[in-house]
């Protein structure tokens, strides 16, 4: 297919040529004092994107591994722990604590909103013996488009009076909507480099909290790789315990330029402008935003119904056979009745209109009910909505 | 500014990332029995893009050298030319043969149309002395978007029975409008590597006929670097008489292999349907297209007339400040006046609405006169107009 | 400092550009028809390095990690393993295998000489209960420069008539050192992609035959990431259970063909050709291989004992800042006291005289006491030892 | 052939990753605000490295191309212009004069020494009635390795009391020996990028003196694209008169910031000791340097003549196809007489040690005599010639 291909999934998202390019550079010796500036570089400035002063962990591995580390390094088998099922994701981490032996109470859920504070602070309140030991929630479900709020949660966990740890998943969040790990005293926050901070596949990340580092002494899980023990010990000194992914590495580094130079907080403003402008288009379209709760649409990607008797995953074929663009398909159980658009990483406007409009024209190709003017209304929103930077120029 | 750049100037074009790659190789030795392998590659398969099968020559040079090059190698200090005025280049052209001491006649035109076939016809028909030695024009006006037909200009000359020299500039038309050097008996056409053929600049081409050559020959203009004569004999055995721009040639390999791929008449075609996508949604805002004639209208670029009392700069600069999208300026005459749209290239259908989204967007920050809809009008062009490769998939 | 480093660790080797070329390719739905078909190249070329018709397990990881898979996919806490202490590494993955609740038997080395196969037959001959559930060895000891004999470690075994799973390290000998997964009745082959690969550190490779597979729908370790029954379902249409490094895939890709297209006994030949001319050059200084055992010397790193009262860290810092090169450290018991030269990868000849040059030149500036005439030794066993590939030229 | 290549030719010279990323950014626009940073950047930066402050004019284009710019810049058919017979290019320049009408008065040479300032300076003084309009001598001659002493030239024009333009080529001397544009009082400084400034080839470089100025203000010589008026006109706003190798131009920032890193002075420094190493090898092989005045003999490139008999580019075709090392040819009049080995760029010791193993190497497959020890000779130049940087670490 001819041209620029518009990556539209909710991660990966598209690397920008820059972090390409730095990416591209010498890999060098991993125990070399010109290694150990770039370790506390990104160590560091990891920090700064977790808004925590407190030790952030790098794996080599992916967002999956980055689950698996903060229960292997917290929780022992035969544990309780308080998930909510707001989605696939959610469903899966639920399974990798199943594979370790922790007991799940799995808060039920339709996929259409985000955790719900009130049933976790009820369910904690009804723990008196406090047997639950960690909550463990998606922020943003990237199955869904639906995200948790997660101030909210630490609320009603505090509200209980519960001692449980808090352990949040950001794999597709962070660096797009604001997240706290400090503030909101989350345990440990959880996320990977392929969605907000714009990199390759191939890292993963703890962000972990005094309380989630007493709770790795004294838990019984077996564990190596994912050891935060070690990994701490010689991160202190800007270097890994084993062999980093130093080009990843490098590329880590220059996002997290980008992101200061743009703004963390602009940054975020400018997710929810894209967002509201895609929920503008879809609404225009006549569809459905799989997320039923509007303060907890994502801002970083929107999940659409098919109306029914329409396959999602045929419609996704259509536009990227036509027009050179992939969409994200329905997972688990909404598999074929919902397909998803990323708006996330280095997206832009004009990006966002782009990609909208081969949404609606393969809308039209592949016949589904639709009304026509979707990127019209996300157009509108975006004049409207702080879009330009500048109103007018003198 | 955030996000990728939209860069819908009518050249230099965006680079695909897969010629920057290309580009990036080693250097060579420009004696290896190496380079001499990509000396031929870039040699031959340049000729299969002016579908020619006489030489092609390639200078390290904008295409400003390329259009000395054709004056220098086959003109006389006081010979006579004609000329078309169908725009900036071709007066910009036109002010290189003057200080070459050449006399131009210069048939008047008021920028929005191409070339006259039957005004050259005429004039051609009237020099029974046959002082005329070469009928110079430029195939596709970058500076406001109207195409002369070569072929009909050619059945002018011959219908005129005239044997001047035929010279045609096709620096913004090459590998994205038709063009045949040997069907259309040109005999110089002149060209650049940062439009159609998708690479930065810095080569010019000049693709030359037997007629050609021989005036080469025998004319008196003195030259080094642009002559033909040093340059083909070297180029038989895939060197170059000086240095080549060699990373230059990698990507030029490169970019000859993707319009292979795609198919020139397809990438000839692609050119089509987006220039009608684009005029579609210049309609439907209510401006008015540059250029008059429809068969001239560019495949390549739209230049768009602003309503009175509106700056064309001061419009431009807005689009780029609150979209991140580069236009192309008024240039000469109708500087302020007009702005461009590039959609040549690797442009797509995608990149072609996001950037007509930012036009629209922009004419209503800058307070334009417009009705919207321009967007809505291209997409119905483009799924209308053979937009999709595939109509539906089963 | 200026120019070219010379990077002479033994890994990670340096990344051909053009296989950074490779990496710097756009990321793709990791999900999509695109992706399924790098997958599958890589998942089969793969097989071709190890030399196995059998499955090859991919991780986002370190080579660590792949040490861990080995472990948790196969064993159960409380399981007896044999291992041979051949130096650094061997010794770390001892730890892990402990972590894990394995009992590990270890049999005791110097350091400077690769694991006996005559030891491991004896100890398994003894072991008449088959309490031994694996014999773990590593290929190359990168902490050493010794090599282990797989083939006969496999004699022993079968010898021995012991049904115990037998693990290898090949984490940096693959794709520089002959070895053949199936031939020797491998049951795990631990693999990263740092060294012989020539790719940036973040894979993790574990080949494994029906004799593991075994092993794992039996043992009781908990286990998710590491898990090979999902990775190997999910595999069999290209597509991976988690998000892959799509990129480093990308740039495994190019390894493949590159390892091809010189030819695994080539990459082998060659790799013995500049391990040879590396020792003769520190024979001539008059130092000492920490390898004794010359068949067991390594083809990929040489590993060099300092004069008594000679730190080697401080002349591996004076090679650094005077010459711009890179050699490793002394790890674990022998730090301080050997430094070691990478000769792997896309090492050449001229690549590692430059690299032997820089040694000879900063045992000179740090006092080290040694005779000249290294360089001079090695271009001698390069230019007798087939390091030509063309004697001479008609 | 298998790993890095070791290019030494002298110029193109290897282009530094860091030069090669810093070029694969995305074309911008080259009238926009963007643009106008880097064309000040670049066009004030160029300054600093001909060590002037008066204005330097970057083509899109060869060495070639500056060569016949300062000629038809300066000069009328019919001028008369003393030249020195240095070598090959000194003898290409001259080629090019002639084919623009002037007369060369062309002091002969035996190709083994720079020009000579005394045979010069009573040329010039012999010529009362100042015919000779300018003195134009090659600075570094890339065909045999030899400088001409360009203060001694100037000092020997202003002793006879001469008002000749002074024209130096210092196309593969410029960043790589001492140069002074404005000490020296030279009128034009030509150059081209591929040598010291360690880019890809496709740029040209003229300084220019007041004096040229006013002198291309009355000459009569046709031409455009090499017009500096025009140029200077548009450079004070950042810009070029037509579409500027925008990529080089990249290339060409990043390569100033680099020589300012290292800093001028050092890196003619290092030059002096890569060459003066190269030369004791070349002694210690027993073989004879080209040029035969000592202070003449390059900082660039050492040539080197072949033993009676034995031809240099079987020699060569040896060392490459046997050790994957470019060396450069004879040219002209010591075609298969000389070899060239270049030791320019971003060259270092152990890149330059390397490449010296594989002359030494193939002189021994090619059966030419010599001596055994080069290496060795040019590790002790290196050793004692201020090579290191640091003589010890505390």
Same mark, same amino acid.
């Given at each position: 297919?001819?041209?620029?291909?518009?990556?539209q999934?909710?991660?990966?998202?598209?690397?920008?040529?820059r $972090?390409?390019?730095? &990416?591209?550079?010498?890999? $060098?010796?991993?125990r070399?004092?010109?290694?150990?500036?770039?370790?506390?570089?990104?160590?560091?400035?990891?920090k =700064?994107?977790?808004?925590?002063?407190?030790?952030?962990? $790098?794996?080599?591995? *992916?967002g999956?591994?980055a689950?698996?580390?903060?229960i292997v390094? =917290?929780?022992?088998?035969?544990? =309780?722990?308080?998930?909510?099922?707001?989605?696939?994701f959610?469903?899966?981490?639920?399974?990798?604590?199943?594979?370790?032996?922790?007991?799940? /109470?799995?808060i039920?859920?339709d996929?259409?909103?985000?955790?719900d504070?009130?049933?976790?602070?009820?369910?904690?309140?009804?723990?008196?013996?406090?047997?639950?030991?960690?909550?463990?929630?998606?922020h943003?479900?990237?199955?869904?488009?639906?995200?948790?709020?997660v101030?909210a949660?630490?609320? #009603?966990?505090?509200?209980a009076?519960?001692?449980?740890?808090?352990m949040?998943?950001?794999?597709?969040?962070?660096?797009?909507?604001?997240y706290?790990?400090?503030?909101?005293?989350?345990?440990?926050?959880?996320s990977?480099s392929?969605?907000?901070?714009?990199l390759?596949?191939g890292?993963?990340?703890?962000?972990? *909290? !005094?309380?989630a580092?007493?709770? *790795?002494?004294?838990?019984? &899980?077996?564990?190596?790789?994912?050891?935060?023990?070690?990994?701490?010990?010689?991160?202190?000194?800007?270097?890994?315990?084993?062999?980093? #992914? =130093?080009?990843? %590495?490098?590329?880590?580094?220059?996002?997290?330029? &980008?992101?200061?130079?743009?703004? %963390? !907080? /602009?940054?975020?403003?400018?997710?929810?402008?894209?967002?509201?402008?895609?929920?503008? #288009?879809?609404?225009?379209?006549?569809?459905?935003?799989?997320? !039923?709760?509007?303060?907890e649409?994502?801002?970083?990607?929107?999940?659409?119904l &098919?109306?029914?008797?329409?396959?999602?995953?045929?419609?996704r074929?259509?536009?990227?056979?036509?027009?050179?663009?992939?969409?994200g *398909?329905?997972?688990g159980?909404?598999?074929g009745k919902?397909?998803?658009?990323?708006h996330?990483?280095?997206?832009?406007?004009?990006?966002l209109?782009?990609?909208?409009?081969?949404?609606?024209?393969?809308?039209?190709?592949a016949?589904?009910?639709?009304?026509?003017?979707?990127?019209?209304?996300?157009?509108?929103?975006?004049?409207g909505n702080?879009?330009?930077?500048?109103?007018?120029?003198?």
């Amino acid at each position: 297919m001819q041209g620029r291909h518009f990556l539209q999934i909710p991660g990966p998202s598209p690397v920008p040529d820059r $972090i390409l390019r730095a &990416m591209a550079m010498p890999v $060098i010796d991993h125990r070399s004092a010109e290694f150990a500036e770039l370790g506390k570089a990104v160590l560091e400035g990891s920090k =700064t994107v977790f808004k925590t002063t407190q030790p952030v962990v $790098i794996y080599p591995s *992916s967002g999956t591994g980055a689950w698996e580390a903060a229960i292997v390094n =917290t929780l022992s088998p035969g544990d =309780t722990v308080l998930m909510a099922e707001t989605g696939h994701f959610a469903t899966l981490w639920r399974q990798i604590a199943v594979k370790f032996g922790i007991e799940v /109470e799995f808060i039920p859920g339709d996929w259409r909103r985000g955790a719900d504070p009130a049933a976790i602070g009820e369910r904690l309140a009804a723990d008196k013996a406090h047997r639950i030991k960690a909550v463990m929630v998606v922020h943003n479900e990237t199955s869904t488009g639906a995200t948790s709020r997660v101030a909210a949660i630490r609320q #009603a966990i505090d509200d209980a009076g519960h001692p449980a740890l808090f352990m949040v998943d950001t794999i597709s969040s962070l660096a797009s909507v604001d997240y706290r790990h400090d503030e909101w005293r989350v345990d440990v926050t959880v996320s990977g480099s392929q969605k907000g901070l714009m990199l390759p596949p191939g890292l993963g990340f703890n962000a972990v *909290s !005094e309380k989630a580092l007493a709770a *790795s002494r004294s838990n019984s &899980m077996p564990r190596s790789y994912w050891d935060w023990a070690e990994m701490l010990k010689i991160n202190a000194n800007g270097f890994f315990p084993y062999t980093p #992914a =130093t080009n990843l %590495l490098y590329g880590l580094k220059e996002a997290i330029v &980008m992101l200061q130079e743009e703004g %963390l !907080e /602009e940054v975020f403003a400018r997710h929810q402008r894209l967002a509201a402008a895609c929920r503008a #288009a879809v609404k225009a379209w006549g569809l459905e935003v799989l997320c !039923e709760e509007p303060s907890e649409q994502s801002p970083v990607l929107t999940g659409v119904l &098919m109306p029914d008797g329409h396959d999602a995953d045929r419609f996704r074929k259509i536009a990227l056979e036509n027009y050179n663009i992939s969409l994200g *398909s329905g997972l688990g159980k909404v598999a074929g009745k919902v397909f998803r658009i990323g708006h996330l990483g280095e997206c832009n406007a004009l990006t966002l209109l782009g990609a909208l409009s081969g949404v609606e024209m393969a809308l039209a190709d592949a016949g589904v009910p639709h009304r026509a003017g979707g990127v019209a209304a996300a157009m509108a929103s975006l004049q409207g909505n702080g879009g330009p930077k500048v109103a007018a120029v003198a």
